[in-house]
């Protein structure tokens, strides 16, 4: 029996007057209208706003003010054009320390809902650049006959469309002030409806643009993209399929990309679509803070779980008796591996493993770990946590992109394995955004 598809809700078309109570995970205003809660985008909680539906559910709707009808003090004016279009910032219209109050205020909370456990002390968060701050980024890409252009940069705020962007504030300025030119120089290639993607990835004294590319490139093309690439002392390169097809234009050389950590005395290597950290100011502090937490000496025997290509491992190394590093990404791993060798560190060993499975009975899971590092991306750490019973390491260090699951971890650390919640901190690693980086320290009990 075919199924009757659901009709779409008719939205109200007048403006709706309401006041915010409070701020939602992602930023946005929370308000409600009969019963029923509205997030609202760029709304401060105490604010009268007017604001129209943009989408109404069973349990929720959404909205967009129309007309701020009174002022929140930590409101400023956004710094960019395209704020309220472009789906890459939510927080430009909050005063900078007002950004870093409201993230820690939800990592309290989270802790609090989520894991049942009381924060006993807050590191002072970790703050750097508010602008030009993001080297890493994945950026669409999509001619536009009925514009005659090609647009380069984010989709649109909760859309699929690329916005018409002129630049981004929030990039470092070697891409984000040439959006127009890049798109400019796509427009004139044969193969300009065949590119859906640029990944970005700027290094301390380089810069990589990997174009994807459905259909190969003529010569003439590669051509014109040579030209552009040296006028803008960039390097471009192509993929054809997946990342391990990134490689340098025709002719020209492969460009090094690299990031060093001075207080350590390392520098990493790193291709054009391996994940490292967008925001290298912070990403240094955060290192520091591990680094310090940890309090490491000669006798520890570390474990770091999520490693990466090492940008917590090596730094711990230089420090700590022995370090092993693990990550699921083989590719990373051998990198790591590569650049231990680079930075001459002997102490540390890595190994691939999927650590949302049952590790127990690999070679490096059988041994004693003192003290243990945990980096895991946004699902967070859960299914590694039953293995710390055994380990019973003195100390952990949880580093977080996503409050909710560090707080459920939290929960079990302390209340199911024995440990004692020391303190908790935000890290500013995502400016103008709602994304929350956060730390926390756990010693045994």
Partial sequence: MARTRNKTRKLP?????????????????????????????????????????TDSRKDYAEGKVVTLLSRAADRVEPLCAHYGTCGGCSFQHVESAAQIRIKQDLLLEQFKRIGKVTIPELWEPLQGPHWGYRRKARMGVKYVAKKGRVLV????????????????????????????????????????EQIPQIEVAIGDDSCVLAVRVLTPPSAE?????????????????????????????????????????????LEFLFRPAMFTQVNYDINRQMINRVLAALDLNANDQVLDLFCGLGNFTLPMATLAGHVVGIEGDQPLVNHAKANAAHNGIANVEFYAADLSKDVSDQPWAMRKYNKILLDPSRAGASEVLPNIARWQPEQIVYVSCNPSTLARDAGILVNELGYRLIRVGVMDMFPQTGHVESMALFKKA
């Fill in 13 to 53: 078309d007048q403006p709706v007057t309401v006041t915010i109570e409070s701020l939602a995970h992602d930023g946005r205003g929370v308000a409600h209208v009969d019963g029923k809660v509205i997030f609202i985008d760029e709304a401060l909680p105490g604010e009268a706003v007017e604001f129209i539906y």
């Fill in 221 to 265: 093309d590669i051509e014109k993209m040579r030209r552009f690439a040296h006028a803008e002392s960039i390097s471009l390169c192509l993929q054809s399929k997946g990342p391990d097809t990134i490689t340098p234009l025709p002719g020209e050389p492969e460009i090094p990309l690299s990031y060093r950590l001075p207080d350590q005395g």
């Fill in 153 to 192: 940069g984010f989709r649109e705020r909760r859309h699929q469309y690329l916005a018409e962007l002129d630049s981004c504030v929030v990039m470092h300025p070697l891409v984000g002030t040439r959006l127009l030119a890049l798109g400019e120089m796509i427009a004139g290639l044969s193969i300009r």
